[in-house]
């Protein structure tokens, strides 16, 4: 299993910008969930899903959206990017949070360096 | 907002136990608490969850004091490698909320 991935690893935009962030897994997971980690701080939860068709929002949703048609993909797009979109942005898939503990545990991808001018 | 309160940082000797606090005095009855590490700029990593009991495998043992206010992770003889940033979460409804961590710093 390749686990979760993310692309690109690296991307440069200038502001006003739109991009969408890839990410997979092939773990057959059902959540899946975004989170972005700006320097020196915590991961903070931009969005996540517990299932195709099903979103939510997190901490911090404003100017990101995303979609789940597939069990596998879960694309988070940057809708007009700003300055203060600069973060490393993780993606990461469990089996589900349903409360029994071990299918919670989370497996994250490699991130994504997103640098907005 | 989290639901966990950790020291900012700690430092440990190489080959001493690492014992990192945690304290979640808000958790609910049927809330886990979960611990992942983050090395360097790497996605975070499991390493142990609990409920109620003491939890241990291969990486570290979890205590869970009898109210299930606080924590503690152990790291029974902390290496070099094991610099990182400890994150004590306690899971919610739908989501898993990390805080700021703790900087774990091993020492030669």
Same mark, same amino acid.
């Given at each position: 299993?390749?686990?979760?991935?993310?692309?690109?690893?690296?991307?440069?935009?200038?502001? @006003?910008?739109?991009?969408?962030?890839? *990410?997979?897994?092939?773990?057959?997971?059902?959540?899946?969930?975004?989170?972005?980690?700006?320097?020196?701080?915590?991961?903070?939860?931009?969005?996540?899903?517990? @299932?195709?068709?099903?979103?939510?929002?997190?901490?911090?949703?404003? $100017?990101?959206?995303?979609?789940?048609?597939?069990?596998?993909?879960?694309?988070?797009?940057?809708?007009?990017?700003?300055?203060?979109?600069?973060?490393?942005?993780? *993606?990461?898939?469990?089996?589900?949070?349903? $409360?029994?503990?071990?299918?919670?545990?989370?497996?994250?991808?490699?991130?994504?360096?997103?640098?907005?001018? | 907002?989290?639901?966990?309160?950790q020291p900012p940082s700690?430092?440990?000797?190489?080959?001493?136990?690492?014992?990192?606090?945690?304290? /979640?005095? =808000?958790?609910?009855?049927? #809330?886990?608490?979960?611990?992942?590490? +983050?090395? /360097?700029? +790497?996605?975070? +990593?499991?390493?142990? /969850?609990?409920?109620?009991?003491? #939890? =241990?495998?291969?990486? &570290?043992?979890?205590?869970?004091? #009898?109210?299930?206010?606080?924590? =503690?992770?152990?790291?029974? /003889?902390?290496?070099?490698?094991?610099? &990182?940033?400890?994150?004590?979460?306690?899971?919610?409804?739908?989501?898993?909320?990390?805080?700021a961590?703790t900087r774990? =710093?091993?020492?030669?």
């Amino acid at each position: 299993n390749a686990g979760v991935t993310q692309t690109p690893k690296f991307q440069v935009l200038k502001t @006003g910008q739109s991009m969408t962030l890839q *990410c997979a897994q092939d773990m057959n997971h059902e959540y899946m969930s975004w989170y972005r980690q700006d320097p020196g701080m915590g991961l903070r939860l931009i969005h996540y899903s517990v @299932g195709a068709g099903i979103t939510d929002q997190g901490e911090v949703p404003n $100017g990101y959206n995303v979609s789940r048609s597939t069990t596998e993909d879960f694309p988070l797009r940057l809708l007009s990017a700003a300055p203060s979109q600069t973060s490393v942005y993780f *993606c990461a898939s469990s089996f589900g949070l349903g $409360g029994t503990g071990l299918t919670d545990t989370q497996y994250f991808g490699p991130g994504t360096r997103l640098t907005v001018l | 907002d989290a639901k966990t309160t950790q020291p900012p940082s700690m430092d440990c000797a190489e080959g001493r136990a690492a014992n990192l606090p945690c304290n /979640h005095s =808000t958790i609910s009855g049927n #809330e886990y608490v979960y611990w992942y590490r +983050q090395i /360097h700029s +790497q996605g975070p +990593q499991y390493i142990i /969850h609990g409920l109620k009991n003491n #939890e =241990t495998n291969e990486m &570290a043992s979890l205590i869970i004091t #009898e109210d299930r206010k606080s924590s =503690t992770l152990i790291l029974p /003889h902390a290496t070099l490698r094991d610099t &990182a940033v400890y994150y004590c979460i306690v899971k919610g409804n739908n989501d898993m909320r990390f805080g700021a961590g703790t900087r774990l =710093t091993v020492k030669p």
